[in-house]
């Protein structure tokens, strides 16, 4: 529990190989027009929202007509709910684009594990109150996940149970902690390719543990092999799911190192999968609390700081499936732990890092994606019009992750897709909403998926591109004539 955190608080590249010849970082032009950027969201539209921490107020970044995410210009979003705005919470992008944000660990009305929630819808760009699950006092800094049906699960951070959400009828189902071997609290869900949703215990590591939709249960996935959790607080860091099937799980500072743990996943999603140690940050580093992103080139993008909030110096790293290699740091990162920072990769297959300091910073990896990684367009219109909706169906449109990770603080999944259109005349760039995804599952293979676009009503007309856009990965374009 980060007591002391609010205070501290408060103290055109697109997705085909990159072409730098270092990983580099580079300022928004327009830095956020708030105080303390927080975490970030990615909209279907391309957009991104962002709070300012616990307030009620969020921002959204548009990227300019080049799709440039560092020339971008915010917006001022409406408010949330009366007495709501808060600090370390569960949060997700639906499938039909409205967000939810549940819980809090701490909240602006100066409750400490707030049962308030809300859900945001941008078309109307309103924010409406959400009931909580039925008899729930509390939520707090509560974990979530989207499964592939599109319905989002919550944990109760004191006990073994969760809630899901019906999107349709906003309503939730409380599910019993069946079989689940500890308490969720601290904890962080990753969605995996067969639908199960992986975590590393907190109390009772270095179990691990399988939540299995169809059965609503829980099932051993296995032993970590070495500690994640950080024994006084029980604190872990992100896990991200690679396109090779394997998820990074990063640890707090246990027994003086921070471990590192690589699962695969089982043939059969009744199986527990494998784990092996992976390395220990070096210099006494560890994410107790802290961000992850998987890049487009497969490498995963993570944030480390020394011992359990404190003292400040975040150094980030790539993992490449071998090795933690050390790459350039943000030049707020030695005044910041890594709890304060956010990652979210963008379309562009760049990352946003934000960590409560008015220095919005984006990261630009270097290599290129697996073409086998991305999504591939099988059916689309070849004539849109302007404010009208469409349907685009192809493969893969969800990417083969959930891309961002942070733990039971801080979610922001981007496994949907974004459909990017490029008129062709001006190279101009507009993305239309998309929504009615037809799943929210990730990796989903040769399998035939679809969602729906909305064509800006403000778009140039004329012959454009059209692609299709998962987790910082572009389809192959079509032509598509622009009404």
């Given at each position: 529990m980060k007591i002391?955190?609010?205070?501290i608080?408060?103290?055109?590249l697109?997705?085909?190989?990159?072409?730098?010849?270092?990983?580099?970082?580079?300022?928004?032009?327009h830095?956020?027009p708030f105080l303390?950027?927080g975490?970030?969201?990615?909209?279907?539209?391309?957009?991104?929202?962002v709070?300012?921490?616990?307030a009620?107020?969020?921002?959204?970044?548009v990227?300019?007509?080049?799709g440039s995410?560092?020339?971008?210009?915010?917006?001022k979003?409406?408010?949330?709910?009366?007495?709501y705005?808060?600090?370390?919470?569960?949060s997700a992008?639906?499938a039909?684009?409205r967000?939810?944000?549940?819980?809090?660990?701490?909240?602006?009305?100066?409750?400490?594990?707030t049962n308030k929630a809300?859900?945001?819808d941008?078309?109307?760009?309103t924010w409406k109150?959400?009931?909580p699950?039925t008899?729930?006092?509390?939520?707090?800094?509560?974990s979530?996940v989207?499964?592939p049906?599109?319905k989002m699960?919550i944990?109760?951070i004191?006990?073994?149970?969760?809630?899901?959400?019906?999107?349709?009828?906003?309503t939730w189902t409380?599910i019993a902690?069946?079989?689940?071997?500890?308490?969720?609290?601290?904890?962080g869900w990753?969605?995996?390719?067969?639908?199960?949703v992986?975590?590393?215990?907190?109390i009772?590591a270095?179990?691990?543990?399988?939540?299995?939709?169809q059965?609503?249960k829980?099932?051993?996935?296995?032993n970590?092999?070495?500690r994640l959790?950080?024994?006084?607080?029980q604190?872990?860091?992100p896990a991200?799911l690679?396109p090779d099937?394997?998820?990074?799980?990063t640890?707090?500072?246990a027994?003086?190192?921070?471990?590192?743990s690589?699962?695969t996943?089982p043939?059969?999603?009744?199986?527990?999968?494998?784990?092996k140690?992976g390395?220990?940050?070096?210099d006494?580093?560890d994410?107790?609390?802290?961000?992850a992103?998987l890049?487009?080139?497969?490498?995963?993008?993570c944030a480390?700081?020394?011992?359990?909030?404190h003292?400040?110096?975040t150094?980030?790293?790539?993992?490449?499936?071998?090795?933690?290699?050390?790459?350039?740091a943000?030049?707020?990162s030695?005044?910041?732990s890594s709890?304060e920072g956010?990652?979210l990769?963008l379309?562009?297959?760049?990352?946003m890092?934000?960590?409560?300091y008015q220095?919005i910073?984006?990261?630009?990896?270097?290599?290129s994606?697996?073409p086998s990684?991305?999504p591939?367009?099988?059916?689309?219109?070849?004539?849109?019009t302007r404010?009208k909706?469409?349907?685009?169906?192809?493969?893969?449109?969800?990417g083969?992750?959930?891309?961002?990770?942070?733990?039971d603080?801080?979610q922001?999944a981007?496994?949907?897709p974004?459909?990017?259109l490029?008129?062709?005349?001006t190279?101009?760039?507009?993305?239309?909403?998309?929504?009615?995804?037809?799943?929210?599952a990730?990796?989903?293979?040769?399998k035939?998926v679809s969602?729906?676009?909305?064509?800006?009503?403000?778009?140039e007309?004329g012959p454009?591109?059209?692609?299709?856009?998962?987790n910082?990965?572009?389809?192959?374009a079509?032509?598509v004539?622009?009404?």
């Amino acid at each position: 529990m980060k007591i002391w955190a609010t205070a501290i608080a408060l103290a055109v590249l697109l997705c085909s190989p990159l072409m730098v010849h270092s990983q580099s970082w580079a300022p928004l032009k327009h830095q956020a027009p708030f105080l303390t950027p927080g975490t970030a969201l990615l909209l279907t539209d391309g957009s991104v929202m962002v709070q300012n921490s616990e307030a009620q107020d969020w921002w959204r970044l548009v990227p300019d007509n080049t799709g440039s995410y560092v020339n971008g210009k915010w917006q001022k979003l409406a408010l949330m709910p009366a007495n709501y705005g808060p600090l370390y919470y569960a949060s997700a992008v639906l499938a039909d684009g409205r967000v939810v944000v549940a819980g809090g660990e701490y909240n602006i009305d100066g409750s400490s594990e707030t049962n308030k929630a809300a859900i945001y819808d941008p078309r109307a760009n309103t924010w409406k109150t959400l009931a909580p699950p039925t008899n729930w006092s509390t939520i707090g800094d509560a974990s979530s996940v989207v499964f592939p049906n599109g319905k989002m699960m919550i944990s109760d951070i004191f006990t073994a149970r969760s809630a899901i959400l019906d999107p349709k009828t906003l309503t939730w189902t409380v599910i019993a902690g069946n079989g689940k071997q500890d308490r969720n609290a601290e904890e962080g869900w990753t969605l995996l390719r067969d639908g199960t949703v992986l975590t590393a215990d907190a109390i009772a590591a270095p179990k691990a543990e399988k939540y299995v939709y169809q059965q609503q249960k829980w099932i051993s996935a296995g032993n970590t092999i070495v500690r994640l959790e950080d024994p006084g607080s029980q604190e872990l860091g992100p896990a991200v799911l690679r396109p090779d099937g394997t998820v990074f799980a990063t640890g707090a500072n246990a027994s003086g190192a921070g471990h590192t743990s690589v699962y695969t996943t089982p043939a059969k999603p009744g199986q527990p999968g494998t784990w092996k140690a992976g390395p220990d940050f070096p210099d006494n580093l560890d994410i107790a609390d802290g961000p992850a992103a998987l890049l487009p080139n497969g490498n995963v993008l993570c944030a480390a700081s020394p011992g359990i909030f404190h003292p400040p110096g975040t150094r980030f790293f790539e993992w490449d499936g071998a090795n933690l290699n050390e790459v350039p740091a943000t030049p707020n990162s030695p005044n910041i732990s890594s709890f304060e920072g956010r990652m979210l990769l963008l379309p562009t297959g760049q990352v946003m890092f934000t960590d409560g300091y008015q220095d919005i910073e984006i990261y630009t990896p270097v290599g290129s994606a697996d073409p086998s990684w991305a999504p591939t367009i099988a059916s689309a219109p070849s004539t849109v019009t302007r404010g009208k909706t469409f349907v685009v169906s192809g493969t893969q449109f969800n990417g083969l992750s959930q891309a961002n990770a942070y733990g039971d603080d801080a979610q922001s999944a981007t496994n949907y897709p974004l459909v990017r259109l490029t008129n062709q005349a001006t190279g101009h760039v507009f993305y239309a909403r998309t929504h009615n995804h037809s799943t929210m599952a990730v990796a989903t293979g040769s399998k035939t998926v679809s969602t729906r676009f909305d064509v800006p009503r403000g778009m140039e007309t004329g012959p454009a591109d059209l692609a299709v856009v998962a987790n910082g990965i572009a389809s192959d374009a079509v032509t598509v004539t622009v009404q």
